[in-house]
């Protein structure tokens, strides 16, 4: 369990293989409530390739000081696009 932000990680790992691996992260809010967004991929376990990268959200709820996830949203490379030009639109940018 993290008790600090940058504890905060998608990585995955079983019986020593990393099956998802994160590439980046950026915190978007702190407080009890945190926001994170990742970058990450994941492995194919039939070709032993990691898979195209993947953006998600994961929502944290600080709880007797340590982090738990409470939700997660994730992107793909289909989905992230189209979630750039509504924002752009509702904020014009």
């Not at 992260?25 to 409530?33: A, E, F, I, S, T």
């Amino acid at each position: 369990m993290a008790s600090d932000y940058d504890e905060l990680t998608v990585q995955y790992e079983e019986d020593g293989q990393v099956l998802v691996e994160e590439m980046d992260k950026q915190v978007l809010n702190k407080g009890l409530w945190t926001t994170v967004l990742f970058l990450y991929r994941e492995l194919d376990k039939k070709t032993g390739e990691f898979k195209e990268p993947k953006a998600g959200f994961r929502r944290y709820q600080k709880v007797g000081g340590v982090f738990r996830k409470r939700d997660a949203i994730n992107l793909s490379e289909k989905t992230a696009p189209q979630v750039v030009e509504q924002l752009k639109a509702w904020f014009k940018i």
